[in-house]
């Protein structure tokens, strides 16, 4: 998958949740719907692009991936 | 079966809820009050000759033949304006009303051609009955007196003609086209016996504003207005009650036929959603149906270079199954998935979601509602817990003041437009916050209080600034909120509201809207009374389409705007059974009734129900199907009663994604876009072809029944259970009854619907349950249905779309849809409906146009960051300096060749309402269109060649 797409869509979830003034539920949100709505490919390619680089990704971003477990 | 005539008591029905006693003819009758003596009359089986009343319009007492005497009373008044009293003795029949209706007739009759066996309504004229129940046996009038017998007809529309010689001048096209449809194209010009039924301005009814609806028609008495098709093919011989296939209003229509031959399609009285009322599309655009394009063979290819193929049914299923078999073997189970289409029937839906789930092994399925509506399913559910509109349609007729977001209801949805209308010139009061001036803003009798011409992409800044006022100003219903609503994230989100980035004034340079304006539009939708909120794809369309759809939630529950008649949350879904393929489990995250794939029981649920292991991971929205075939991951698709390749955005990428398929599957009635990058195709059936039900915008299901048999063989859900059977999963169902059975086992809300019930009742609105054995017109009114019933506020800060304006790219591209076309185009193109609309156009203001030495016709270019078309532009006020607009029902207009790949941020709902454009006066067409024509002549050619192969 293009990992610029995923980027992108990433970005679009964690400024949605930027809204939420307590980071930690805002990260929580990003990360839950990531799990509730990505096919598990795009999953592993944007936690292996956040272990790689992840330069391009906003810093709610980067956190709510940190916290999504690998797909089997 | 016959042809099964709807009763017709003359005059509306009361709504009084207090009743009255009479007596007619020495029966005793009890009605509501406000009933007419017509009516009352009617209702115990007593017939009083009438003309000019009919039960769909108000009545008039011009014809005179209905008049009766009433015991003490004075004079013959006519029966359908004279409303029934307690202790009344109306009689009907006698020598002197006799008398008089006969002379009445004899007047009708001196000046009406005297071709009845000839005439096309002969077996079906109001005046043809009326002369044989007054007994007329003579004219005594001259014939060749004065009269209207050589008076011209108007042939101008391409469904019905006028025959002005046959006219009584009884008014009911008039009042039909004022009252039920709302356009008041029609009047009565001149006076005495100069009086003449005539469209716009003695205009012919195709110049006029006639939008053709077909109320006239159907109001029409006599033959003077009349289907071309019953003048060609005579009355029909029996009916069929059905659901139409266009948009999200689910009419109920009588398909009246002659064999297997439609000859129209009549609307239905007592559907719940039109109450007799039509559209064009619905009214008179079915020929697509039997349209020689119609594909009724299967076909098979290796390549899409190579010819098509026609092949067995055995032959196609066993080689679409070796393929998807072969796709797997090689890339993995997850290579292939499906696509479930908002054209086709719930239990159609059901099975290739099945078939995918189960069959494929994976959730690799989606639906077209991707690309429309699935904001609204995350946004809803969010905040009430239900991915569904709150209310019933007939609800607006209690509202006070109606908000539309981002809708055309008269274009998109345009039955439940003129329900709309007609609460409007009751007095209503109307909010259109919209770009374009649609027509709702300004027409007869009809007049926005407030049209908030907002710049596109920034519904977010209006409605956060409609709450801040709301909020602000202390116009909320805390104790709705209170009562009703999380408390603790109501307390939250007022906060986060009343904070001055959303004030009005400071977003006034964002949003293009005056301060002023929204704050008297927040005032009034939060002071009117009942305000109910209707909203279409210009809100979910956009990078923040989920997110406008909770600030609307936010703003109802803020209000006190649920629950109850009036008042509601209405997305106007687009398609027919968007709503239906939604609640089917069409997405890839979620099971049948919007259940997740990762909830353990539910997964258990339906495990064991299909007697199979399933994922519980979410599967590729089409989007992600798209990026995945172009990396090699996705490599096998089956497409039902879908065309991705014309109505998904970016399409040079879609394209390039189905091209890099090693397998794609279509099911469909024509060769659509997507079918010419298809290695299998499967003819699938109209929906005249088939049973099932349709899901409406206000979660009513509805029937949809076969009425002749299906062209190419099956039914699109026997086409899907072989399929599924040949994949190795096995599908046994003998009739779509057994499908929506095992619907309702598995699905809540669906858990009390069975074809038995909807037969009794005619349609029902889920939730039906044991709670609710009837169905739920109106959601929430008691509680909310998130898991502890209340309604949860969420933030929504405005963030602006990435698709910008810049001195390249200046003009922001909207697109929309038109009346007479729907959707892509495939059915309607193949109708009489392109006199109406031919061809796609750009709408552009006079400046932009001046500034561009363009005038209306030229042709122009329009280039965006995504690639460029070539289309005539049409100069028009409706849109505001700096925004262009255009619809896309032509696949030729490559509408979808500018619109970029941003997209909904919860849902990727594709950003169709926003791209940054340039407009350039050219003379020739794109290298885009080119290049398509050239290669959809050549897939046309392989087509022709493997059907004289075949």
Redesign the interface.
């Known amino acids: 998958?293009?990992i610029e797409?995923l980027i992108?869509?990433a970005n679009?979830?964690s400024?949605?949740f930027?809204?939420?003034s307590d980071k930690e539920a805002a990260a929580e949100g990003v990360r839950n719907?990531i799990i509730?709505?990505?096919?598990?490919?795009?999953r592993r390619e944007i936690i292996a692009y956040l272990e790689s680089d992840g330069s391009e990704l906003s810093s709610l971003a980067k956190i709510a991936i940190s916290k999504i477990p690998l797909?089997q | 079966m016959s042809i099964d005539k709807e009763k017709d008591f003359g005059t509306p029905a009361s709504t009084a809820t207090d009743n009255v006693t009479l007596e007619i003819d020495g029966f005793s009758v009890t009605v509501p009050t406000g009933t007419s003596i017509m009516r009352a009359a009617s209702s115990i089986g007593i017939e009083i000759p009438k003309l000019c009343a009919t039960d769909s319009i108000e009545p008039f007492g011009s014809c005179r033949l209905c008049v009766v005497q009433i015991e003490g009373g004075r004079g013959m008044p006519a029966s359908c304006t004279t409303p029934v009293a307690e202790g009344l003795k109306v009689v009907t029949q006698n020598q002197k009303l006799a008398d008089v209706r006969r002379g009445v007739m004899e007047l009708y009759i001196s000046d009406h051609p005297l071709d009845c066996l000839t005439c096309s309504a002969n077996g079906d004229c109001e005046l043809q009955d009326m002369a044989g129940a007054v007994g007329l046996r003579e004219v005594r009038y001259n014939p060749q007196g004065k009269n209207h017998l050589k008076a011209v007809k108007d042939e101008s529309n391409p469904y019905f003609s006028f025959d002005p010689s046959k006219c009584i001048v009884c008014s009911r096209c008039v009042r039909a086209c004022e009252e039920t449809q709302g356009t008041f194209a029609l009047t009565l010009d001149g006076r005495g016996f100069d009086s003449k039924v005539s469209p716009g301005q003695n205009q012919a009814f195709m110049e006029s504003e006639c939008v053709s609806c077909g109320a006239c028609v159907q109001a029409c008495p006599t033959a003077t207005l009349i289907e071309k098709s019953v003048i060609a093919q005579g009355q029909p011989e029996h009916s069929i009650v059905t659901t139409c296939a266009y948009c999200g209003v689910g009419c109920s229509f009588r398909a009246e036929m002659k064999g297997e031959q439609v000859i129209r399609m009549v609307p239905h009285k007592d559907g719940k959603a039109n109450h007799g009322h039509s559209c064009v599309k619905g009214r008179f655009a079915f020929g697509y149906a039997t349209h020689k394009d119609r594909i009724t063979k299967p076909m098979i290819r290796a390549n899409i270079k190579d010819a098509w193929r026609e092949v067995s049914w055995e032959e196609a299923i066993n080689y679409a199954a070796s393929e998807l078999k072969r796709i797997q073997t090689k890339y993995g189970r997850?290579s292939i998935g499906g696509i479930t289409s908002s054209r086709c029937t719930n239990e159609e839906t059901y099975l290739v979601q099945k078939l995918i789930r189960a069959g494929f092994g994976n959730n690799?399925v989606d639906t077209c509602a991707r690309v429309c509506h699935s904001p609204t399913g995350y946004g809803l559910k969010q905040t009430f817990g239900e991915s569904s509109g709150t209310q019933d349609f007939d609800s607006v007729m209690h509202s006070d003041v109606i908000m539309v977001i981002g809708a055309n209801p008269t274009d998109g949805h345009p039955v439940f437009g003129s329900m709309m209308k007609k609460r409007l010139r009751q007095g209503a009061k109307l909010i259109v916050i919209d770009p374009r001036e649609i027509d709702l803003v300004k027409s007869p009798h009809v007049q926005a209080s407030h049209h908030l011409k907002l710049r596109p992409g920034t519904n977010v800044a209006v409605m956060n600034a409609l709450a801040h006022v709301v909020v602000t100003e202390n116009l909320q219903d805390d104790a709705f909120a209170h009562e009703r609503c999380d408390v603790a994230s109501f307390a939250k989100w007022k906060a986060?509201i009343s904070g001055p980035q959303h004030a009005p004034e400071a977003l006034e340079a964002i949003t293009g809207v005056s301060a002023a304006e929204i704050r008297a539009a927040a005032r009034l939708y939060a002071t009117a009374g009942n305000g109910a909120i209707y909203y279409g794809l210009g809100v979910t369309e956009h990078?923040?389409g989920?997110?406008t759809v909770i600030s609307i939630a936010n703003l109802a529950m803020a209000t006190g705007n649920l629950g109850r008649d009036g008042v509601g949350v209405n997305p106007l879904r687009g398609q027919n059974n968007v709503q239906g393929s939604c609640d089917m489990g069409s997405f890839?995250?979620e099971f049948p009734g919007y259940r997740?794939v990762?909830d353990s029981v539910t997964l258990e649920l339906f495990a064991d129900a299909w007697n199979v292991d399933l994922s519980g991971?979410?599967?590729?929205?089409i989007p992600?199907m798209f990026?995945?075939a172009?990396?090699g991951?996705f490599m096998g698709l089956y497409v039902e009663g879908e065309d991705i390749a014309q109505s998904d955005p970016d399409i040079q990428h879609v394209h390039a994604a189905l091209r890099a398929m090693e397998c794609v599957i279509v099911q469909d009635i024509f060769l659509n876009e997507t079918a010419k990058f298809a290695h299998v195709f499967l003819p699938g059936a109209s929906f005249l072809e088939k049973n099932g039900t349709f899901t409406n915008a206000e979660r009513r299901i509805s029937p949809v029944r076969k009425v002749m048999r299906p062209l190419a063989g099956y039914q699109d859900w026997e086409v899907t259970q072989l399929l599924s059977n040949a994949m190795g999963y096995s599908m046994n169902y003998n009739d779509p009854s057994e499908i929506m059975d095992e619907i309702a086992r598995l699905t809540p809300s669906f858990a009390g619907v069975s074809y038995a019930k909807i037969d009794e009742l005619g349609s029902i609105q889920w939730p039906c349950n044991e709670q609710t054995p009837e169905g739920t017109p109106i959601m929430h009114e008691q509680t909310f249905m998130r898991d502890n019933g209340k309604g949860l506020f969420m933030?929504?800060?405005f963030?602006a779309t990435?698709e910008r304006v810049n001195s390249k790219y200046p003009l922001i591209l909207t697109t929309g849809r038109i009346l007479s076309q729907y959707n892509v185009g495939a059915q309607t193109r193949r109708t009489e409906n392109v006199a109406w609309h031919a061809e796609d156009r750009l709408e552009i203001h006079p400046h932009d146009a001046e500034e561009r030495g363009l005038t209306d016709n030229d042709w122009v270019g329009i280039k965006s960051r995504a690639g460029e078309t070539v289309l005539r532009c049409l100069v028009s006020n409706r849109v505001q300096p700096g925004v262009v607009y255009t619809t896309f029902h032509f696949p030729e207009s490559g509408a979808n060749v500018i619109t970029t790949?941003n997209?909904d941020?919860?849902?990727?709902c594709p950003e169709y309402k926003v791209t940054a454009v340039q407009v350039t006066k050219v003379s020739q067409t794109s290298d885009w269109q080119s290049k398509y024509q050239a290669f959809s002549d050549n897939q046309l050619e392989l087509l022709a060649q493997g059907v004289t192969n075949g």
Do not use: C, Y
């Open positions: 998958m293009k797409r992108k869509m679009d979830i400024d949605f930027n809204a939420e719907h509730r709505s990505w096919d598990p490919r795009m797909p | 997850d690799n986060f990078s923040q989920s997110t890839p995250h997740h990762s991971e979410p599967g590729l929205r992600n990026d995945a172009l990396d991951s933030l929504t800060e963030v990435k790949d997209s941020w919860a849902t990727n």
